[in-house]
């Protein structure tokens, strides 16, 4: 069974850019997750969908941040303009839905360095 | 409000002896609670999982975990480490109030030495 597929695994860009980071999550999942990963904060929840529509987006850094899923089967984070400290883990999770006893699948991770 | 906390960022076990990471939550509600292990470079893949059947959970890899209400504690646990079980361990929370969020822990890194 295919997980949660990220794409890219690895970004590196330039301070200014714009990053474009995606998922897929499981089919059949009905939740979506976007968490980023650093050393000195850990695992941070950025936003999170539930049949397509953002439920939570309080994680999210700043303005400069925007997630959107257009369909059951793709989600993008995107950055604009990125910064160094942007630099960062940044992991896509999906969940079925019902009662919150489910757990998460997580895929590998996109690892974002901005110079 | 739920919470996690994660006692020790870093354990180190010899092969072959005892594994205990230990994890403590908070919630005001019964919570559902969740071990999950990270691989360098990987995504976390789940461990095990309470959900309020037997308080004694059994996940991979021999891991096991025992929910204890009085203590609040949900502390995992393998009788012998072995070199492969080297890697980074979050515990997290969750409850039906919690719209599906998890809450993590800050992780504990698990040496193995041979």
């Known amino acids: 069974d295919a997980g949660v597929i990220q794409s890219p695994r690895h970004e590196v860009t330039e301070m200014g850019q714009e990053v474009t980071l995606r998922c897929k999550p499981i089919s059949g999942h009905d939740y979506l997750f976007w968490y980023r990963q650093t050393m000195m904060r850990g695992l941070e929840l950025l936003i999170y969908?539930?049949?397509?529509?953002?439920?939570?987006d309080s994680g999210m850094p700043e303005d400069r941040f925007s997630a959107k899923m257009p369909n059951a089967s793709f989600s993008t984070l995107k950055i604009q303009p990125s910064e160094p400290r942007d630099s960062a883990v940044y992991f896509c999770?999906?969940?079925?839905?019902?009662?919150?006893?489910?757990?998460?699948?997580f895929g590998d991770g996109t690892r974002l360095s901005i110079l | 409000a739920q919470s996690v906390t994660q006692l020790g960022s870093h354990v180190s076990v010899s092969e072959g002896a005892l594994v205990l990471l230990r994890c403590n939550y908070s919630s005001s509600v019964p919570p559902y609670l969740f071990w999950y292990v990270q691989y360098p470079n990987q995504g976390l893949q789940l461990l095990l999982k309470y959900t309020s059947a037997a308080t004694l959970v059994k996940g991979i890899n021999g891991f096991e975990a025992e929910f204890k209400k009085s203590e609040t504690s949900f502390h995992l646990t393998k009788p012998s480490a072995h070199m492969s079980d080297a890697a980074e361990y979050f515990c997290a929370v969750s409850a039906e109030n919690q719209g599906g969020k998890l809450i993590f822990g800050q992780g504990t890194e698990l040496s193995v030495k041979p």
């Open positions: 969908f539930n049949n397509n529509v953002p439920i939570d």
């Open positions: 999770a999906s969940r079925s839905g019902g009662r919150s006893n489910q757990p998460q699948h």
